[in-house]
């Protein structure tokens, strides 16, 4: 009994430290003087005049900490983070919301107007980085038709998440009502460098599922939709 506790206490050990959500980033994303390499691909970090990073999420702090620690000592960037939680340590540059979750709330609504602003003026001298986690559809979300308030937004998400539709129908349903959401961000900063980085326990294949793909075109959820999609450079 006394070697199956302790290869339990290994097991969740070794959990943790995989789960490790800046070591993680460091793993995923590698900075070799000025050229940063991610997935096979290199971005030259003297192309770009402005470092842009959008963090949304429940592990959106983490993702900032391990992103920080790559770049370091390029810490010239600017940005929006939203996530359900404070942050222990604020990064000069960024602004920080406190979203709501499951249903979004005021500081939901003002981290999306954020988001907007700061890529609005985004150009190829741009990297724009996506930092997108669980929680990302609620913590960040303003409405495509600007007549809709708040309280339209918590009441139609109230709606979805009591109404026994899936998460991809409820997702589907978010995009085509959002500003933010089915690959707007992406279209908001369409000239600039793009490159979004998740932490997603979503199925291989279905990743516009987290926050309701930011970055990503909408996609079906079955033959009765009739969506539209915008094209990206993620």
Known sequence: MADLKQLARQIFHQTLAAIDIPATMQRKLRRNG????????TFDLREFDKLRVVAIGKAAHGMMDGLA???A????FEGVVSAPTAPRNPLPGMKYFLGGHPIPNEESWKAAEAVLALLKNSDEKTLAFF???GGGSALMEVP???SLTLGDVQQMNRTLVTCG?????????????SAVKGGRLAVAARR???????VTDVPVGNESALASGPTL???PVSPTWRPFSKSTSC
Not at 192 to 198: E, G, H, I, P
Request: charged letters at 25%; a positive charge; glycine letters at 2%.
């Open 34 to 41: 000025t050229r940063l390499l991610c997935d096979g691909k």
């Open 69 to 71: 620690l790559v770049l």
């Open 73 to 76: 000592p390029f810490l010239r």
């Open 131 to 133: 930092l997108l986690s």
């Open 144 to 146: 495509l038709e600007r």
């Open 165 to 177: 539709a899936s998460i991809e129908e409820m997702n589907a349903l978010r995009k085509h009502v």
């Open 192 to 198: 600039a460098t793009k490159l979004s980085l998740a």
């Open 217 to 219: 075109p909408i996609q």
